[in-house]
């Protein structure tokens, strides 16, 4: 199957099937969106406007049988950091639409009236219906009713009412391989969806399958790279408690951002850790181990059950109960995990949304810890967009400024997640310099900060933290390209077959010669193509910087600050 360009034109309700560009052949994923957006996309547009255009991409890897390559990336203009954004997420939705030869769906203008489409792509190309039964309905009830609508299990790619609403935190969801909820998760990229009002997209590739150009050494290098991820211990770790490991770790650490960010450490944090929820998950019935793509291998993902031994959400993932827990105070695994359901079904970003309930929560909307508060706001005021639900739903900078406060803990008005950057440095400048508003993933320093994964660094010191920042995070855009999880680079700092096995996977699928330094310098390219969009839409280097409190106000148990001047920040791009 050809790999093809795939454009949908609200406006006039035209659809096409292209060619790739030379110029995007060698792209996927994350390096593709950001080329497109930052080709096409004019950085001054209003990014709910019809000059703002959505593009999803599968990464380069995905539709094979490579283990973990199973994330969609999908790019715009961020309407919640007025940057460019990648969000990308598991589900089925990129290997399918990497088998019908989409190398990127882009969806572009906008309808003139109020009507609602749904979006059905197939190797042939793409058909656009109009939809009424779904509009305004959860991504729950979305799936449910598009199990008996559809035929041949397709991948389904939706909004739910906060994307529908157009909120700055609005999601976009993917259908998993068990029928649950993935989430492109950060940016609002969901409202994006919105303004398009396209509710759904679903992907049927039929016995479409793709070519690989050395199929031999394809499977050698997959079994090489898969045995490396699974054999390597975080890998493990992860497999066994879920991501929610961490949070013991880093509340040791004295890094877990707690009642909006005044702590260190949660007094409840045994109440909420991995190894509990492990423990009540095996109680309740529901599996400890989950994958969140086909072919995924370290399956840190889980299914989470309610006291009666029914489901309750699955993914419940680490930063969603660091934000909903400690940073709010909720020391409850089933309070977090019905605000996580709701979220899920609303469409809204569970790290923004929970950190927004924490700035809430100083102003005196909420008590700290009033998790059945959160749940009956979600479903009472977000849910259906009220006055506060639409000021919540548009993130964590939106609170603060509606009711006054000061400690608001955002980069480029984006939530900063899980970690806090005065005990835990090099995530702080992770979250100053990202091109995309405050983002763990985009240069995870936890690994060499806490883990001592790929060596060691003091998270406390100033010391190696610009570097180790910067070489992660272009690490981390090459890898986004791929369709890899974020995970295989555990094994890729300490195993030396493992990032060979990864290029030879990439060398055998397209017939090619790539070298370290070529993935190397895709990182760089995308860093710099995202940056030059932000330049062009007014951004400065004077935005990247942490808020003020992180200067200012000493964090326990460490009693630390975030100490990089301005001039010490900027000297991450020196590349």
Request: charge should be negative.
């Amino acid at each position: 199957m050809k790999d093809r360009i795939f454009r949908v034109n609200l406006t006039d309700m035209t659809t096409s099937v292209e060619d790739v560009p030379e110029s995007w052949a060698g792209h996927g994923g994350r390096g593709l969106t950001s080329t497109i957006v930052a080709a096409e996309v004019d950085p001054t547009c209003h990014p709910l406007g019809p000059k703002n255009k959505l593009v999803f991409a599968p990464g380069l890897l995905s539709g094979t049988v490579a283990a973990n390559s199973g994330r969609l990336s999908v790019g715009g203009k961020s309407p919640l950091t007025g940057t460019i954004k990648e969000a990308n997420g598991g589900g089925t939705a990129a290997q399918l639409m990497a088998r019908c030869g989409v190398k990127a769906l882009i969806l572009e203008g906008q309808p003139a009236d109020d009507k609602w489409f749904s979006l059905a792509v197939t190797p042939e190309g793409v058909t656009i219906e109009e939809e009424t039964e779904l509009v305004g309905k959860g991504n729950f009830a979305v799936l449910e009713t598009l199990s008996t609508r559809l035929e041949n299990n397709p991948a389904i790619i939706t909004i739910g009412p906060a994307g529908e609403m157009k909120m700055a935190a609005a999601n976009i969801s993917i259908k998993d391989p068990d029928g649950g909820i993935r989430s492109n998760g950060r940016g609002g990229l969901g409202a994006v969806m919105g303004s398009k009002r396209v509710k759904f997209i679903s992907v049927t590739p039929g016995d479409a399958k793709l070519e690989i150009a050395d199929p031999e050494a394809f499977k050698a290098a997959n079994r090489t790279f898969a045995k490396a991820l699974v054999d390597h211990p975080v890998s493990q770790a992860l497999g066994q408690y879920g991501t929610n490991v961490l949070v013991n770790i880093i509340n040791e650490s004295g890094g877990l951002p707690t009642k909006n960010f005044t702590q260190g450490q949660f007094e409840g944090h045994e109440k909420i850790s991995g190894e509990t929820m492990h423990d009540t998950i095996k109680e309740r019935g529901g599996r400890v181990k989950h994958n969140c793509h086909p072919g995924c291998v370290i399956q840190c993902s889980q299914v989470y059950h309610d006291a009666d031994g029914k489901k309750l959400t699955s993914g419940f993932e680490y930063e969603s109960i660091w934000a909903m827990g400690a940073d709010c105070c909720v020391d409850n695994l089933d309070h977090i995990a019905m605000a996580d359901k709701l979220m899920d079904d609303i469409g809204i970003d569970s790290i923004e949304t929970s950190v927004a309930f924490g700035v809430a929560m100083e102003a005196g909307i909420l008590e700290f810890g009033d998790g059945e508060g959160v749940c009956r706001m979600l479903k009472e005021d977000v849910a259906t967009g009220t006055g506060l639900g639409r000021v919540i739903g548009n993130g964590a900078g939106s609170v603060g400024r509606t009711y006054g406060v000061t400690r608001v803990p955002v980069v480029k008005n984006q939530a900063i997640p899980a970690y806090d950057p005065r005990a835990i440095k090099g995530i702080g400048i992770t979250y100053a310099t990202s091109t995309q508003g405050a983002d763990h993933t985009m240069g995870y320093t936890i690994a060499t900060n806490i883990l001592n994964v790929g060596g060691a660094v003091d998270p406390l010191t100033k010391e190696g933290q610009v570097e180790l920042s910067r070489n992660l995070q272009i690490a981390t855009a090459a890898i986004d390209s791929t369709g890899m999880c974020l995970f295989i680079a555990f094994a890729a700092l300490d195993n030396e077959e493992c990032l060979p096995a990864l290029i030879d996977l990439l060398n055998a699928r397209f017939g090619i010669s790539l070298t370290a330094d070529d993935v190397v310098n895709l990182g760089k390219y995308i860093l710099k193509t995202e940056r030059e969009f932000n330049e062009k839409a007014g951004f400065t280097n004077l935005d990247d910087r942490l808020p003020e409190f992180f200067y200012n106000e000493p964090l326990s148990p460490h009693n630390v600050v975030f100490d990089f001047s301005g001039e010490e920040i900027d000297t991450f791009w020196d590349f």
